[in-house]
């Protein structure tokens, strides 16, 4: 495994569907996690609020089957929500005016921590 400045060893972060069958691996740290509280988010992700870790797109593998909803923000700005077909469980999203990032919801992550 090659280094990162500084001495320090790359990150892979890995993220699932309840099920497995769609799953993922992103490579190095985050760009940002955020969370958000609006109505939107709280339905996602079923809890106060909804977090959400970018990673760019090149950083991430891909492994399985994804469904898609597409959504229209108050914004104007389509988002595509990626989910498990058989479980149902939003794994990652990518919006129309940045698809070069994937959004990784934040309870699918497991291994090292996001933050």
Known sequence: ???QSGGRQ?????ASCRCGQLRLAAHGNPVRVSICHCQACLRRAGSVFGVRA???AEAVDL????????RTADSGNCLAFRFCPARGASLFLVLDIEPGAHRVSGGSVYGPRLA
Not at 10 to 14: K, L, S
Not at 63 to 70: F, T, V
């Open 1 to 3: 495994m090659a280094e």
């Open 10 to 14: 790359p990150t892979e972060h890995r």
């Open 54 to 56: 970018r990673f760019p």
């Open 63 to 70: 492994h399985g089957e994804w469904r898609e909803y597409l």
